[in-house]
């Protein structure tokens, strides 16, 4: 965080950090809604950059979601594979709040 700052900040910064990562998640999610529904990628070479940006968006999107059900792990005792699916929800619902902001 940045030095110097008050607990409190450090806490809305926090906030805010999450609020970003969980709304990067939705758009991501939004963005390739198309093939995440039809399953594997094409094999269209004009399809090419988009199976590279899929490639590099799902990089970032399981990075959150880790995040997310090791953040909810603090709260939730069950293993990481069994809260995995309330972690996507709580993004998905964070997601929503920061749009809304």
């Excluded at 909810?72 to 996507?88: K, S, Y």
């Amino acid at each position: 965080m940045f030095a110097g700052a008050s607990g409190t900040q450090q806490l809305v910064l926090a906030e805010v950090l999450g609020l970003a990562m969980a709304r990067r998640a939705a758009d991501i999610l939004e963005r390739h809604r198309g093939a995440l529904s039809l399953g594997a990628p094409s094999a269209d070479p004009v399809q090419r950059g988009d199976d590279e940006q899929f490639a590099a968006d799902n990089a970032v999107f399981t990075a959150v979601l880790d995040a997310a059900n090791e953040c909810l792990g603090r709260f939730d005792a069950r293993p990481a594979d069994d809260r995995w699916c309330d972690a996507l929800l709580q993004i998905l619902t964070l997601g929503q709040l920061a749009e809304m902001e």
